[in-house]
C-alpha cells in the first residue's frame, strides 16, 4: 500500500498526478528544511518548469511505482548522510577515540622497532612501556632526568675522528647514535660510521665559475664556504648545515645527496637546530634574523626579528620555541612561534647610568674604592677583594646557549661565567664566574694578563640535570643542577685539547654500539643503575669555529673530533 504522505488526495491549484518521482523530491525537500530560501524558490520554479511536460511521462512513471513498491525510506536517507571520514565514526564517544588513538600509536611504535631483533611478550613488556612513559615525560617539558650523580667521569673510551684540515666547526651524531657528522673550516662535510668509526662520505666544498658561466646560486649543488654549524634531524634523514655563503643546506643522507639549498639570509648563517620530533628546521644568521623552514613540504615558513647584534647560537626543544644568543646585544631571546612573541633576558655588566637608577651605583664605587684604596683588615677584606676582582669582568658577548627543559636554559658568555635562566625571572637564577680559568698572556709593558676565559660552547643532556662547557683549557667540564634547578656545581670533567667548537650529549640507545669495533673490549661489571650510558660528541680544533684571533699549539692539539662514552657508576 502506498504511504500515505505521497498518496495526499488534497486537491491542488494545479490538477494533475503525483508522480513517484516529484514525491521523492518533496520528501527530499521536507528533510532539508535547513536550506536557504532562495534554494526554495529555486526548486519550485523548476517544478512549475516540470509540470509543462506531457501527461503521457507521468503516467508512465505512475504506472513504474506500482510496479516496484513504494519508495524506501532508507534510500531516502542515504541521500543525506554526512560525510566522515574513515578513520572516525560519527557516534564515536571520546573514550572510544581515546582508544583507537592509542592503538594507532602502539602500531607506530611496533614499526619504529627493528623486525626481528625482540621477540612480542618483551615489546609489550619492556620497549613500548618504556618508550610511552618517555613520550609523557617529554611533552611534560620540564626536567625528569637526574642522573648526573651517577656518571663515572673517569673512564671513557674515545674514538677520534680525524678528516679535516682546518679547525672543526661543529660535529653532531644521530639520535639513533649510527653516524656522525662533522664540518671544518675547509668548507667539506665529512659523514662517519659509529660502529666502525670509519669515514663513509664526504660533501665537498663547491668551486664557483667566474666569467659569463658563471652559476646561480640554486643549480649549485652544494656550500661555496665555510660550514660553520650542523643538525640532524630526529628520524635521521636530513642534515642540515650553515654556511658563510648565506645558505642553508639540506642534505638526504640516506642517498648522501644535495637535496635543496635556501637563500634568504643576508649574511653567514651561525647556527641551525631542529625542532625535536619534527622536521621544523631554525636557523640563525649574522644578519639578526631567525628563519623557520619545513623540510616536509621544503620551503619557507616566517623570519623573527629582534636582535641588535649577530646571533651566534641557536637552541629548540620539543615546543614551539626556540632561545637565541645575541652576541653583543648581550641579550637572550625566548621565541614563542605559535604566540609571535619574544621574551629578552638581558646578561652582561651594566652601565653606570643605569646602575645609578637602579640605586646601586654609588654603592659599587664606594666598595670598589673602599678595596682598592683603604685596604680593610680581617677575612672580609680579603672576600671583598676576590668579590671585586670578579666584578670587574664585565660581559660584553654572549656567545652560546642551550636548553635544558621547555622553561629553563643557560648561557655562556666571554668572561667565563655560566648563567642559568628560567622563563619567569629576567636576570640570571644563578651565575658561575671564571668556569674556566684564567688565560695568561705575557706583556712587555702590562707584565702578565690574566683574563678569562670564555665559553665556546655549551651542551644539555636533554630533560636532565647535567650539562656540559667548553673553553680552551683542555678539559669538558659537566655540571650538576640542584633539584629545584636553582643552581648548579660543578661535577667532572672529561680531557678535551684544543679549543671546543662544538659540544652534544645525547643518552645512547639501548645497544646501539654494544658491537663497536672502537669500545672498549673489556667486560664492566653489572650494575643495577637504571641509567643509561651517554654519548659526548665534541668538536676540536687549533682555532675559535668563527675567527683566526685565538690559535692553539701543543701536544695534543688536533683538528679532530673525540667521541666519548660516558658510563654509570658500577
Known sequence: MPDSFFASTKTRKRKRSVSTAEGARGAKKILRKGKSSSQDTKLSNASARRGARGAADEELNSDRDSEGGVIDDIDLRADIQPETSGDEDEQETPAEKRLRLAKLYLESVKGDLAEGEF????????????????????????VHLFVADFYDFTSTSPLRCRGHRFSVTSAVA????????????????????????????????????????KALPQDIQGHTDEILSLAVSSDGRYLASGSKDRRVGVWDVEKDEWVKGFGGHKDSVSSVTFRKGTQQLYTG???????????????????????????????????ETAVTAGARDRTIRFWKIADESQ??????GKSAIRELLEGGAFEGHQ?????????????????????????????????????????????????????????????????QTVCHGFHEIQSTTEGLVRTPRWITAVASLRYSDMFASGSWDGDVRFWKLDQKLRSFSLVGSIPAPGVVNSLQLLVLPKGALDNASWREKEQRPPTKSP????????????????????????EGVTNATTVHIIYPRT
Not at 639520535?175 to 668509526?197: C, H, M, P, R, V
Not at 621574551?343 to 652582561?348: A, M, T, Y
Open 119 to 142: 621477540d612480542a611478550a618483551e615489546i609489550d613488556r619492556e620497549l613500548i612501556s618504556e618508550r610511552l612513559r618517555q613520550d609523557v615525560l617529554e611533552h611534560s617539558g620540564k
Open 174 to 213: 644521530s639520535d639513533d647514535a649510527q653516524f656522525l657528522y662533522t664540518s671544518g673550516k675547509e668548507g667539506t662535510i665529512n659523514k662517519w660510521s659509529l660502529q666502525s668509526g670509519k669515514k663513509i662520505a664526504t660533501f665537498y666544498k663547491q668551486r664557483i665559475s667566474k666569467g659569463k658561466e
Open 285 to 319: 644568521s649574522f644578519d639578526r634574523t631567525v628563519k623557520l623552514f619545513d623540510l616536509s613540504a621544503m620551503g619557507y615558513v616566517e623570519t623573527l626579528f629582534g636582535h641588535q647584534d649577530t646571533i651566534l647560537c641557536l637552541d629548540a626543544l620539543r615546543g
Open 343 to 348: 621574551l629578552v633576558f638581558r646578561g652582561g
Open 367 to 431: 666598595d670598589e674604592e673602599h678595596v682598592n684604596g683603604m685596604g680593610v683588615d680581617g677575612p672580609k677584606s680579603n672576600k671583598s677583594k676576590e668579590k671585586m676582582k670578579e666584578s670587574k669582568y664585565a660581559e660584553g658577548s654572549i656567545e652560546c646557549v642551550a636548553m635544558i627543559d621547555e622553561t629553563t636554559f643557560v648561557s655562556g658568555g666571554d668572561t667565563g661565567s655560566i648563567c642559568l635562566w628560567n622563563t619567569q625571572k629576567k636576570k640570571p637564577v644563578y651565575t
Open 531 to 554: 641509567v643509561q650510558p651517554t654519548l659526548l660528541v665534541v668538536g676540536l680544533g687549533q682555532e675559535h669555529r668563527l675567527g683566526r684571533w685565538l690559535s692553539m699549539k701543543g
